[in-house]
């Protein structure tokens, strides 16, 4: 799921991105950068379930977080969070400094 917020943090758009599998990350960079155009915004949350887990993101989801990061900012593009949910509670990566 990508959530487009404002400059002033309120959000714009939603949409649901793509669908993975148990045990895969999966973030087409090119779909993210084609949401965030339409929606007309710079700012960007991200979130994705655990749906047979607890809601702590794994190695895989940091490292994958991390380099969207690193491709986003030399656009100008700010990941604000992205939230882990599984077990009914929710992780938020920037909360835990994970990227």
């Known amino acids: ?3 487009a917020l404002s400059d002033t943090r309120h959000i714009k758009s939603m949409e649901t991105l793509d669908s ?3 045990g895969e990350v999966k973030m087409d960079w090119g779909k993210i950068i ?3 155009c339409q929606a007309n915004c710079n700012i960007l949350v991200l979130a994705h379930n655990h749906p047979q887990g607890e809601a702590k993101p794994s190695y895989q989801d940091i490292q994958a977080t991390r380099e969207l990061v690193s491709y986003l900012k030399p656009i100008h593009l700010e ?3 992205h939230i882990v949910i599984g077990n009914g509670t929710a992780y938020s990566m920037a909360e ?3 990227f």
Do not use: K, Q, S, Y
Request: net charge negative.
């Open 34 to 36: 084609r949401f965030v």
């Open 96 to 98: 835990h400094h994970d």
């Open 79 to 81: 990941l604000f969070d």
């Open 20 to 22: 993975g599998t148990p």
């Open 1 to 3: 799921m990508a959530v």
